[in-house]
């Protein structure tokens, strides 16, 4: 019975720290982890001098745990409260005296690159270096005790990297609120991997398991390879190429084609820019969203030219995202693809429904978070935001005097009483808000899909129909606008009596701003990704609109945390030394 409860004591270790239930708005309560280490369960002295040392070396950290921190919606896990609860679980046994167990570690250590990390993080050579040392007549007991922590906490923190991603992403984003816990974090595993000297599974198990990440994977594998080729054919920029030319530009294009999967191989010998040419670079630049006209002018000439080492870190930075959310695609949700501009809703995990979205422009950019859809408000009014009415509206009322009644804007005081614009001081307006009617050619359409959040984001119908019809539809003031809104409507109802599509209609006839619960809440995420999977595998790649892939690309280049285990023998670092975070 003590050693069901410990383990159950463990697995609710693992992922202590704030939890956030789903809206972004949600009341936060610091929650104390329950961990071995100060849970009361006594473990059994060890029976041997290398437990009885590790025990020892281990018992000062107790008082260096640091405390939760309370001012942050997502905390990195402590890697010494888990070294301590891994050895308080095997009773303070060192975990690291098979040859073949090291050797496990070592091989799955340098393979981390498989998943676009870097081995050197770990400190590989040292380890091995360290290992062959204490197998030597002159290691201690103590340098011994020490190794055994050091390749601990090295599997440890690869083992989560893998699991969970190296950078915490919370530094990176101040809306940042994804419950960092997960299905598959079950530190039980984790041990039981190492108590059956299978190191190499629990490094196998540890990554997501989805199909869309191995796809990654084999991406990334794929890059690397052209890279180790040579890289992809330049072609010369300069002009634009088009149909029915020819010469050195068009053949060097389509040997790029060939390198990319565009056009098949037995087609680079010949000249010339023909029909098979028209139609790789059209399926090129529909990929790379960059508007297929079948014209290989300077934008898709510089996308052809991006270097395979700036394509390779591309899909690293997004494995590094995958690592933090694919976990949670499972069950019902909407997910907002923000730089693919799309959205889609998932049941049991697979998609069955995709619409194009707008979303906000750069200097007014969509949010990444988490919440719950919770109700649909139909014929919805429109109060105008502080910043779009201070920076579109106002210059637009000061230019035309008729622009509010053109687009059925009431003027508001704050008691909400209908004011006459031509009492308010446009200069200088003080104490005003603007509020437009329902209507389908209002700025939110007949429906809005809310979910509550601390920036005011939703999904929404849109009258600006003819943006979706651009390729890059970074276009809205943060919002989310959809260009089948209805369609989600129906199945986020998910009733086919009374929320039909005709049942949907007749709500919208009757002309009344209304808002009508879900019967279920359905989670929807607002994520970024910067790259895509063609139908054939291939990773194909988007353009970063708000530029967030050049920050995550520098922190997960950041050198390795871990201390140094140079010198070996008398200067093997102690436990407690560098980073602790993972």
């Not at 939890?19 to 041997?48: H, K, R, T």
């Not at 990390?117 to 290691?139: I, M």
């Not at 209002?442 to 600006?464: C, E, K, M, W």
Request: hydrophobic share 40%.
């Amino acid at each position: 019975m003590v050693q069901l409860t410990r383990l159950f004591v463990i697995s609710h270790l693992f992922f202590m720290g704030l939890l956030i239930s789903g809206a972004a708005s949600a009341q936060i309560s610091p929650i104390e982890p329950v961990s071995v280490a100060n849970s009361g369960v006594d473990a059994a002295a060890p029976d041997d001098v290398l437990g009885q040392t590790i025990q020892a070396s281990l018992e000062p950290l107790r008082s260096a745990f640091p405390p939760l921190l309370t001012s942050r919606r997502y905390q990195r896990v402590d890697v010494n409260r888990v070294v301590m609860d891994f050895y308080m679980h095997r009773n303070y046994r060192a975990a690291w005296t098979d040859e073949r167990d090291v050797t496990q570690l070592l091989k799955s250590l340098n393979d981390t690159q498989l998943d676009g990390l870097n081995p050197a993080d770990f400190r590989v050579a040292e380890l091995a270096r360290a290992h062959a040392f204490v197998q030597s007549a002159d290691a201690t007991v103590a340098q011994k005790a020490t190794f055994d922590m050091a390749a601990t906490r090295t599997f440890i923190t690869a083992v989560q990297q893998l699991r969970r991603g190296k950078v915490d992403p919370a530094r990176l984003d101040a809306h940042w609120n994804f419950d960092p816990d997960g299905a598959r974090d079950d530190l039980r595993a984790l041990f039981a991997d190492v108590d059956a000297h299978d190191v190499a599974r629990a490094f196998a198990e540890a990554p997501p398991q989805e199909a869309i990440y191995r796809n990654l994977r084999d991406g990334l594998a794929q890059l690397r390879k052209v890279r180790d080729a040579g890289g992809w054919p330049r072609v010369t920029e300069g002009q634009s190429l088009k149909p029915g030319m020819d010469g050195v530009a068009v053949n060097q294009l389509r040997a790029r084609l060939v390198a990319g999967g565009y056009l098949d191989a037995h087609l680079s010998k010949k000249a010339g820019y023909d029909d098979k040419v028209i139609a790789a670079v059209k399926r090129y630049q529909s990929e790379q969203y960059l508007g297929a006209d079948g014209v290989a002018g300077a934008t898709t000439l510089a996308a052809l030219n991006v270097p395979v080492e700036t394509r390779i870190d591309q899909v690293r930075v997004n494995m590094e995202r995958a690592r933090w959310l694919l976990y949670k695609l499972q069950g019902t949700f909407v997910m907002v693809d923000i730089a693919g501009y799309k959205v889609a809703m998932y049941r049991d995990g697979q998609p069955i429904w995709r619409s194009r979205v707008q979303v906000g422009k750069p200097v007014r950019s969509t949010p990444v978070f988490q919440a719950e859809i919770t109700y649909i408000t139909f014929n919805p009014t429109w109060t105008v935001p502080p910043t779009i009415l201070k920076q579109d509206v106002i210059p637009k009322i000061q230019n035309d005097p008729g622009y509010l009644a053109a687009n059925r804007i009431r003027v508001l005081d704050r008691e909400g009483n209908v004011l006459s614009p031509s009492s308010v001081d446009w200069s200088n307006p003080r104490g005003i808000s603007l509020r437009q009617d329902a209507g389908p050619d209002s700025s939110l359409g007949q429906v809005v899909i809310r979910f509550p959040n601390d920036y005011a984001i939703y999904l929404h119908d849109t009258p600006h129909r003819e943006l979706f019809a651009k390729t890059v539809r970074a276009t809205s003031s943060g919002c989310i606008r959809v260009e089948h809104p209805l369609q989600l409507v129906e199945l986020l109802f998910n009733d086919p009596i009374r929320w039909s599509s005709e049942g949907i209609q007749k709500q919208l006839a009757n002309g009344r701003t209304e808002n009508i619960r879900l019967p279920v809440k359905v989670p929807v995420l607002l994520a970024y990704w910067t790259v895509d999977l063609s139908s054939d595998g291939r990773v194909v790649f988007k353009p970063d609109v708000y530029d967030y892939d050049s920050p995550l690309l520098k922190a997960l280049n950041q050198p390795s945390t871990l201390p140094a285990l140079t010198g070996l023998g008398p200067t093997l670092p102690s436990l407690a030394s560098g980073q602790n975070k993972l």
